[in-house]
């Protein structure tokens, strides 16, 4: 074939330009591309609902630890102790699920912020798991008739309520991105914080009683454990707000005691 024969016959092929049904499968719009995305986002939806579950699993934990503190139930604790593994599989599952995720697309703009936020959130769900484990911990050290001062149980089990109701409440406020009920945690937390000062206050003025005294610093542990439950339950809320607006805020100024509401812009996404 003529050099001249060979080019007429090139272009007598159409050119893949030319076939409205012949689509770059990198072209943003292509039937492939698209479910690549539907997948994607699929899957991304997956990973927020179990990361989310985690936070079930942190009730169920608080529940379990608190009625083990009010009845002096060291075998309920050990159960809390045991049960740590469930927080910790689902941490690990859900991480090793994104990083899966990120290994075969690169999300941008709002799936990005949602990979981030959920790496944090389960990051959070981890430590309040470790939280309960160590108030479990602290159960059997006081024995198990232990002079157990009225007052300062009932302050105890009040702020662990505040804290069960922030874990529910900031899985509320991620799961409808809820920025306003995010931003709520706040009320709850400074109950918590006010009930911790509380607490401390009546076990440095407990009496003079050996064992009531040691009692009564083991449940200063106690409170301190519930208040980083707290803490991490605002995290999470704040993580709400990072991925509706993209900029990073705390909702509470810690230079400040009873500070709330200093934003700090640490960059968009």
């Known amino acids: 074939m003529s050099p001249e024969s060979s080019a ?17 499968p990198l072209d943003p719009g292509s039937p492939s591309r698209q479910q690549g995305r539907q997948h994607f986002q699929q899957q991304l939806q997956e990973l927020e609902t179990r990361a989310l579950g985690g936070l079930d699993l942190i009730v169920e934990q608080l529940d379990r630890v608190l009625e083990a503190l ?8 050990q159960m809390v102790i045991v049960d740590d593994d469930r927080v910790d599989g689902r941490y690990l599952e859900v991480h090793q699920g994104i990083l899966s995720l990120l290994a075969l697309q690169a999300p941008v703009a709002g799936d990005l912020r949602v990979v981030a936020a959920l790496l944090h959130v389960m990051k959070c769900i981890e430590r309040m798991g470790d939280q309960c484990v160590n108030i479990a ?14 007052e300062l149980l009932d302050a105890l089990l009040k702020m662990g309520a505040y804290a069960r109701s922030e874990v529910t409440q900031s899985k509320s406020a991620f799961a409808g991105r809820d920025v306003e009920l995010a ?12 009930l911790n000062r509380d607490i401390f206050r009546m076990a440095i003025e407990i009496g003079e009683d050996p064992d009531t005294r040691e009692w009564a610093m083991l449940m ?18 704040e ?20 500070g709330v509401g200093g934003a700090s812009d640490a960059g968009t996404v």
């Open 8 to 24: 007429k016959g090139w272009r007598g092929r159409p050119d893949a330009g030319e076939q409205g049904s012949s689509v770059s």
């Open 70 to 77: 009010n009845h002096q139930d060291v075998e309920l604790a």
């Open 137 to 150: 911990k602290l159960i059997p050290l006081s024995g198990h008739e232990p002079p157990v001062r009225r």
């Open 183 to 194: 931003e709520d945690l706040v009320r709850q937390d400074r109950e918590i914080n006010r």
């Open 220 to 237: 200063t542990l106690v409170a301190r454990a519930l208040e980083r439950v707290g803490d991490n339950a605002v995290d999470i809320g």
């Open 239 to 258: 993580q709400v707000a990072f991925v509706v607006t993209g900029l990073f805020r705390e909702f509470s100024d810690s230079s400040h005691t009873m």
